[in-house]
């Protein structure tokens, strides 16, 4: 081995070390580049309209595709998995949110994990230039994740660990510093389809392909339309996100539950009965919310879906 190979490697090993202290669940490293496997599948993706209204998700095609058109001169993609699993449950009579929620805003959890450590990374390896991402911006986190060896991408299209199963959130940082590159691993999906046979609303079209115009997080969070009534009687209570997919899978008997203090549950979120949120008010919804995800759907948006959610209850048909 080179002395640059013995150096590479060396300070791999120090970001993986770094990532545990700032309390990351694993790290894994790969050699920037073009991901020439995924491109073709997005592409395809697109084309079918699986994205519904998520015009983001159209913009920025090159840049998914490429870290190197998002930071200059970027050798290394640095994926990391930040647990969110939680034993934690919604009050018993109440509408279902997804774990990731239960806390606060995961953007700036995360985030602020990553900062701390690239400005201890760069004290300790010198001042190389990168920058933090936590799916906010046009990188396909999961794909690099998986190339890194945190994981395979399973048939509903979650990255998925034999480790420690699914629930977490996938951050990269992208610099210019060049490192001894992970192995992928395997799939592990074998011939099970349990995601598929109970996504609530045939989302999961075939192995490992999602349209995401038909998925209950899609309604409930990206778009501000009316839900088609054709999903009425379909969303099993879930008022915010869904995590059918990952409560079915087999993997998740060794997710566990995070110690993150500021990822810590909303006591006031998690208390609310059904009867609260049918009766929520923008000033209770502002309160309770504050620094929740539950932001992005906005006080209308989970009005909306509380109201589609109750006619779905009691069989009433829209006036």
Request: hydrophobic residues 35%; negative net charge; aromatic residues 10%.
């Amino acid at each position: 081995m080179t002395s640059d190979e013995l150096r590479h490697a060396r300070d791999a090993e120090r970001i993986k070390q770094v990532a545990s202290e700032f309390g990351f669940l694993a790290c894994g490293i790969s050699k920037a580049g073009f991901l020439e496997e995924e491109a073709p599948r997005l592409e395809d993706w697109l084309r079918n309209s699986h994205h519904g209204k998520m015009g983001y998700m159209e913009r920025n095609f090159d840049k998914r595709l490429d870290p190197r058109l998002l930071v200059p001169c970027a050798k290394s993609v640095v994926s990391l998995l930040f647990n969110y699993g939680s034993d934690r449950e919604s009050h018993s009579d109440s509408f279902k949110i997804s774990k990731y929620a239960f806390g606060a805003d995961y953007h700036e959890v995360v985030k602020a994990r990553l900062h701390g450590m690239l400005k201890l990374l760069r004290a300790e390896l010198g001042d190389f230039g990168g920058r933090a991402f936590v799916d906010s911006a046009p990188v396909l986190d999961k794909a690099w994740a998986s190339k890194s060896g945190l994981g395979w991408v399973g048939k509903n299209a979650n990255l998925i660990s034999k480790k420690v199963g699914s629930y977490y959130f996938v951050a990269e940082l992208i610099i210019d510093l060049e490192l001894a590159p992970d192995g992928p691993t395997t799939d592990h999906c074998g011939s099970c389809t349990r995601c598929i046979d109970a996504c609530p609303t045939g989302a999961i079209i075939r192995p490992y392909v999602v349209d995401g115009s038909r998925c209950i997080s899609y309604f409930t969070i990206e778009i501000k339309d009316a839900i088609p009534q054709e999903f009425k009687g379909s969303f099993d209570n879930w008022m915010f996100g869904c995590d059918v997919c990952q409560e079915v899978c087999p993997w998740n008997k060794f997710s566990t539950s995070h110690q993150h203090d500021d990822l810590a549950p909303n006591e006031q979120l998690l208390a609310m009965s059904k009867k609260d949120w049918i009766e929520l008010t923008e000033e209770v919804f502002e309160n309770i919310t504050q620094g929740s995800p539950l932001k992005r759907a906005g006080f209308e948006g989970v009005k909306r879906t509380i109201e589609f959610l109750s006619q779905a209850s009691t069989g009433e048909k829209d006036s």
